[in-house]
């Protein structure tokens, strides 16, 4: 099921629909934020330049340094007195980043949720548990007015509160669950320690976003909470979650709403828009907002797109499942390491959970990288039985047991992404768990 017939659209008619919106866009900023005015006069480029979407390419590209220097208001192309709302996301230091909305945004955010929704295979017959943490952030409003728009009960449990959500999923009966990868994770921890089973649980599809992950840390909240998981994108800058988002008939790529925010894909040191199927930081241009409409807005976010129309009828692009953020790369070395990468090698290893974190230090002049990750509870209580013996041959082996599950990480490690890397397996429970996005990487070198 589509939500609006402008998921299905011929790439000719979208081309035609991309081409309007861009031109108004840009006659927009043009007369109303000074740094566009600014930006598009530096490049010699005035709004009626731009006639069809492949002028693209001519325009200015935003970075998240613009949203800070124009702090708070300088970007909005509306008067204040139609902003009806303003989130911000904050960032590692300073100020955060500003973002507003006029009536229009909003219901344009309503839209594209509901297709998000729509998409998950969510309809009014289901009851959303929605886990995003509401406030500044845009995941809990914009969820929920999504799942609002097709008509769905909310309940707005916001982030946090994790005993109280397995309490209201078995009371409530929910069917869908939004939140975060990892908090998904930590609420199954808590429900096995209140001897909660998801067989008891009604949940049936998860909208999980915010952070990456990886195609095994689907695969493990799948199987702990029975259900499927569906990936969802969005930034705070371009309207919040609803930038795109993976069907339940295929979950293969997300489909991103271009008729809305228009996707590139460039390469990050040359400003070069690449071809669809390599690898580059996405670019957004948020065609249809009002309030803060962003032109090649550069997200950091590293993905690929993929125009084939999907099983799902659905033709917009797809983009594949984001690998990580540009500064959020680990150069070991000389080796670039994405945390998302050591994800996968994690997991794909038995015995370990998916729970870990990645410091890196400096000695002397070289970068050494620590991997902490916890050992399932079954492998723990292999492990205690065998100590229990007496038997000193079961014992020896249960040490050899945990060398085998370090060496095997390291190895692939070594041989998957090309660095050496150090790794502590801790107890169950010994990684802390997020509410919200998780914090995989500690950088301990000097900046
Ligand atoms: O995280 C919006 C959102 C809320 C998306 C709820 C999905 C669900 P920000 O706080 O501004 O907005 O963070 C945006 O988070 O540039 C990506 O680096 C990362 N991100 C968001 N979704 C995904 C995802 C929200 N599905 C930043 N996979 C983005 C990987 C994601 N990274």
């Known amino acids: ?122 309809t009014s017959k289901d009851i959303v548990q929605n886990a995003y943490g509401y406030g500044l952030f845009t995941g809990g409003l914009g969820a929920h007015y999504g799942a609002e728009r097709v008509g769905a009960a909310v309940i707005p449990i916001s982030g946090g509160n994790t005993q109280k959500q397995i309490m209201l999923m078995l009371d409530f009966g929910s069917t869908v669950l939004c939140s975060t990868p990892s908090f998904a994770l930590y609420i199954y921890d808590v429900a096995c320690e209140m001897k909660v089973g998801f067989e008891n ?49 295929a979950q293969s790529g997300l489909h991103i709403n271009e008729d809305h925010f228009y996707p590139e894909i460039i390469d990050p040191l040359t400003g070069d828009q690449l071809p669809f199927g390599q690898e580059g930081e996405l670019v957004i241009t948020s065609m249809s907002r009002e309030a803060m409409p962003l032109i090649r807005y550069r997200t950091g976010d590293i993905t690929t797109l993929n125009p084939e129309k999907c099983v799902c009828g659905r033709t917009l692009v797809r983009m594949k499942r984001v690998r990580g953020r540009a500064d959020d790369m680990l150069i070991i070395r000389g080796v670039n390491v994405f945390p998302s990468q050591v994800e996968s090698v994690l997991l794909r290893t038995k015995d370990i959970a998916p729970h870990y974190v990645i410091e890196v230090n400096r000695k002397g002049r070289m970068d050494e990288m620590n991997v902490r990750v916890e050992v399932t509870g079954n492998f723990m209580e292999q492990m205690a039985a065998k100590v229990l013996t007496t038997d000193l041959k079961a014992f020896a082996q249960e040490e050899e047991d945990l060398i085998k599950v370090k060496r095997d990480i390291q190895k692939n490690v070594k041989d998957i992404i090309g660095v050496n890397t150090e790794v502590t397996l801790v107890p169950p429970g010994s990684i802390q768990r997020s509410e919200g996005k998780a914090k995989r990487v500690i950088d301990n070198r000097p900046k």
């Open 1 to 122: 099921m589509h939500w609006n017939k402008e998921e299905s659209l011929t790439r000719t008619e979208l081309a035609k629909l991309q081409g309007e919106r861009l031109a108004k866009a840009c006659e927009r900023v043009y007369a109303r934020v000074p740094f566009y005015k600014k930006a598009f006069d530096e490049k010699g480029i005035k709004p009626g330049d731009v006639k069809n979407i492949g002028d693209v390419v001519k325009l200015p590209f935003t970075k998240k340094a613009d949203l800070r220097d124009n702090y708070p208001y300088g970007l909005f192309a509306e008067p204040l007195e139609n902003i009806v709302r303003i989130h911000a996301s904050s960032g590692t230091t300073g100020k955060p980043t500003v973002v507003a909305y006029n009536r229009n945004d909003i219901n344009l955010w309503a839209d594209v949720m509901a297709r998000t929704f729509t998409a998950a295979g969510t």
């Open 201 to 249: 649980i009604k949940l049936r599809v998860g909208l999980f976003g915010a952070e990456p992950w990886t195609e095994e840390m689907r695969r493990e909240v799948e199987e702990r909470l029975r259900i499927k998981a569906i990936d969802i994108y969005g930034l705070s800058e371009i309207i919040g979650p609803g930038v795109s988002s993976e069907c339940i008939e």
